[in-house]
């Protein structure tokens, strides 16, 4: 409107120190417009059409300089360096360093090297304003800077990290401390979030830290195992933000200023004891912040909540208990290590070598191979312990852990009553039994080359010495020394020689 008006007021005669002092402009810039004004070709009536627009009947900005050589120097510097800013170690001081060792002729100052290179570099992009339904997300993220208690028992000053989540659409902000960033931590105060809101949104939007990602892409990020069993548990998914785009979850990021400034400051004021203690501390300034009234309306976020949460998924009946993953080979005995509690579980014998995933917690292990489940344990706290399943062992190894002198005592039964109090008595005799289990088995092994009831023979005639042996069985039955004793067994000996060819008869001898 001013440049307007000065062409009027030239138009109409005034003289520039006339203009200058009814418009309140300096003289030298209402000149400066007069001139361009002349040397335009625009008209006056082109310019006081009320219809007209500055940026249409008369272009009175200042005609751009042309960049001195200097600044094309600097210009073709900077796109010549500009791929080392993906470099590592890349710092504004390095690329000022190697400017001025070019050796140009005037060079810029430090300062305004600097701020030439923002304005070259840092183009505003602009932002958008998001629209966020109900239920729909929950922001997830860790303040940068800590709170504190005191430890009753050393008197040191344990610092913890503080979790910050939000519902984007009503703004309903959760807070709570704890020990570490670590996976357990994380999770377990992402199930306590749910919890305070009392419902499941479809989706929790994290960073990619080490605890919700295994493997960060600018396109697809791998979740860790244990974060995605939480979230199918509670029905929802986990959606991490693209690297280096905090943007994505700008809210939680404003949520975590809003948390220094409503919920730190005033806990810092005092000295806790306990991290139940501050995150009580906490809760108390949470409820204050929920329910004071938003800046930009008449409502708190405590009021959309109430509107947002008949959006979101009901809770599960059960809280997730953490399971962990771990890979292990399966050993040549058929059993796996479970690292966390050092112990052993069996699987299937025809599993030996192979690799396989462990998935346990406190009550149960899950052995799986190529995401079939093939075996399942109740999981021990006691270090060094075998867990086994006797149907995982092959034949030969489930026979061997069923050995015991009653096993043994069904064995010799069928081959005789002689047979099975002789191995009765051959296990007692030894002060551990499994000193005789190899005897035992040499005595029931016999039957294959002799007869059940030669061996029940020999272990009757065996029984008249004192001690015990399965040498002694098989001597008998070699020396056939059961085929001359004269005694009561279960086979009726004879004691007449057959009628044959050979026989002489009892007249020979008369």
Same mark, same amino acid.
């Given at each position: 409107?001013?440049?307007?008006?000065?062409?009027?007021?030239?138009?109409?005669?005034?003289?520039?120190?006339?203009?200058?002092?009814?418009?309140?402009?300096?003289?030298?810039?209402?000149?400066?417009?007069?001139?361009?004004?002349?040397?335009?070709?625009?008209?006056?009536?082109?310019?006081?059409?009320?219809?007209?627009?500055?940026?249409?009947?008369?272009?009175?900005?200042?005609?751009?300089?042309?960049?001195?050589?200097?600044?094309?120097?600097?210009?073709?510097?900077?796109?010549?360096?500009?791929?080392?800013?993906?470099?590592?170690?890349?710092?504004?001081?390095?690329?000022?360093?190697?400017?001025?060792?070019?050796?140009?002729?005037?060079?810029?100052?430090?300062?305004?090297?600097?701020?030439?290179?923002?304005?070259?570099?840092?183009?505003?992009?602009?932002?958008?304003?998001?629209?966020?339904?109900?239920?729909?997300?929950?922001?997830?993220?860790?303040?940068?800077?800590?709170?504190?208690?005191?430890?009753?028992?050393?008197?040191?000053?344990?610092?913890?990290?503080?979790?910050?989540?939000?519902?984007?659409?009503?703004?309903?902000?959760?807070?709570?401390?704890?020990?570490?960033?670590?996976?357990?931590?994380?999770?377990?105060?992402?199930?306590?979030?749910?919890?305070?809101?009392?419902?499941?949104?479809?989706?929790?939007?994290?960073?990619?830290?080490?605890?919700?990602?295994?493997?960060?892409?600018?396109?697809?990020?791998?979740?860790?195992?244990?974060?995605?069993?939480?979230?199918?548990?509670?029905?929802?998914?986990?959606?991490?933000?693209?690297?280096?785009?905090?943007?994505?979850?700008?809210?939680?990021?404003?949520?975590?200023?809003?948390?220094?400034?409503?919920?730190?400051?005033?806990?810092?004021?005092?000295?806790?004891?306990?991290?139940?203690?501050?995150?009580?501390?906490?809760?108390?300034?949470?409820?204050?912040?929920?329910? %004071?009234?938003? $800046? =930009?309306?008449?409502?708190?976020?405590?009021?959309? &909540? !109430?509107? /947002?949460?008949? #959006? @979101? *998924?009901?809770?599960?009946?059960?809280?997730?208990?953490?399971?962990?993953?771990?890979?292990?080979?399966?050993?040549?005995?058929?059993?796996?290590?479970?690292?966390?509690?050092?112990?052993?579980?069996?699987?299937?014998?025809?599993?030996?070598?192979?690799?396989?995933?462990?998935?346990?917690?406190?009550?149960?292990?899950?052995?799986?191979?190529?995401?079939? %489940?093939?075996? $399942? =344990?109740?999981?021990?706290?006691?270090?060094?312990? &075998? !867990?086994? /399943?006797?149907? #995982? @062992? *092959?034949?030969?190894?489930?026979?061997?852990?069923?050995?015991?002198?009653?096993?043994?005592?069904?064995?010799?039964?069928?081959?005789?009553?002689?047979?099975?109090?002789?191995?009765?008595?051959?296990?007692?005799?030894?002060?551990?039994?499994?000193?005789?289990?190899?005897?035992?088995?040499?005595?029931?092994?016999?039957?294959?080359?002799?007869?059940?009831? %030669?061996?029940?023979?020999?272990?009757?005639?065996?029984?008249?010495?004192?001690?015990?042996?399965?040498?002694?069985?098989?001597?008998?039955?070699?020396?056939?020394?059961?085929?001359?004793?004269?005694?009561?067994?279960?086979?009726?000996?004879?004691?007449?020689?057959?009628?044959?060819?050979?026989?002489?008869?009892?007249?020979?001898?008369?």
């Amino acid at each position: 409107m001013q440049q307007k008006q000065i062409i009027r007021l030239y138009d109409l005669g005034h003289s520039q120190r006339s203009i200058s002092r009814q418009l309140g402009i300096h003289r030298k810039t209402v000149r400066d417009y007069i001139n361009r004004f002349k040397a335009s070709k625009s008209t006056v009536e082109e310019l006081i059409d009320p219809s007209s627009d500055l940026r249409v009947p008369l272009d009175l900005s200042p005609p751009p300089k042309e960049p001195d050589k200097r600044y094309k120097f600097f210009h073709s510097f900077v796109e010549v360096k500009k791929e080392l800013r993906s470099k590592p170690g890349f710092t504004v001081d390095n690329l000022y360093a190697d400017y001025i060792e070019t050796g140009v002729s005037d060079p810029y100052s430090r300062a305004h090297f600097y701020k030439l290179l923002r304005e070259l570099w840092n183009v505003n992009r602009g932002s958008i304003r998001l629209h966020h339904t109900y239920g729909e997300k929950l922001f997830v993220d860790y303040t940068g800077k800590k709170l504190s208690y005191v430890d009753k028992a050393t008197g040191e000053l344990m610092s913890v990290e503080v979790l910050v989540t939000i519902l984007p659409a009503s703004q309903y902000i959760y807070v709570e401390a704890m020990h570490s960033q670590k996976q357990t931590d994380f999770i377990h105060g992402i199930m306590n979030a749910l919890e305070y809101i009392k419902g499941c949104p479809k989706a929790i939007v994290t960073d990619n830290l080490k605890s919700a990602v295994t493997k960060a892409g600018k396109y697809q990020s791998t979740i860790n195992k244990s974060l995605q069993a939480m979230a199918l548990h509670y029905s929802t998914t986990i959606d991490p933000t693209r690297t280096y785009h905090p943007k994505d979850k700008a809210l939680v990021e404003g949520a975590v200023k809003i948390s220094y400034n409503a919920i730190f400051y005033e806990v810092q004021k005092h000295t806790y004891f306990s991290l139940a203690e501050l995150n009580a501390a906490i809760q108390e300034q949470l409820v204050k912040l929920n329910n %004071r009234k938003l $800046s =930009h309306g008449d409502d708190s976020r405590s009021d959309r &909540y !109430i509107m /947002e949460k008949e #959006h @979101l *998924s009901p809770l599960p009946i059960y809280r997730y208990e953490l399971k962990e993953y771990r890979r292990a080979k399966v050993q040549k005995m058929g059993y796996v290590l479970c690292s966390t509690y050092k112990n052993y579980y069996s699987v299937p014998y025809r599993y030996i070598g192979k690799q396989v995933e462990l998935r346990y917690d406190t009550t149960s292990l899950e052995v799986y191979h190529n995401g079939d %489940r093939i075996a $399942s =344990h109740v999981t021990s706290q006691a270090k060094g312990q &075998y !867990i086994t /399943e006797p149907s #995982h @062992l *092959s034949s030969n190894n489930a026979a061997y852990i069923k050995w015991s002198p009653s096993y043994f005592s069904k064995l010799a039964a069928p081959h005789g009553t002689h047979v099975q109090i002789y191995i009765d008595e051959l296990i007692a005799d030894r002060p551990y039994p499994e000193q005789a289990y190899k005897q035992v088995q040499g005595i029931l092994a016999l039957v294959r080359t002799y007869t059940s009831n %030669r061996v029940n023979t020999a272990c009757q005639l065996a029984r008249d010495h004192p001690k015990r042996s399965y040498k002694m069985i098989k001597q008998i039955l070699l020396n056939n020394q059961d085929h001359l004793a004269h005694h009561d067994s279960d086979e009726p000996e004879s004691h007449t020689i057959p009628a044959h060819s050979n026989l002489r008869g009892k007249n020979y001898y008369q």
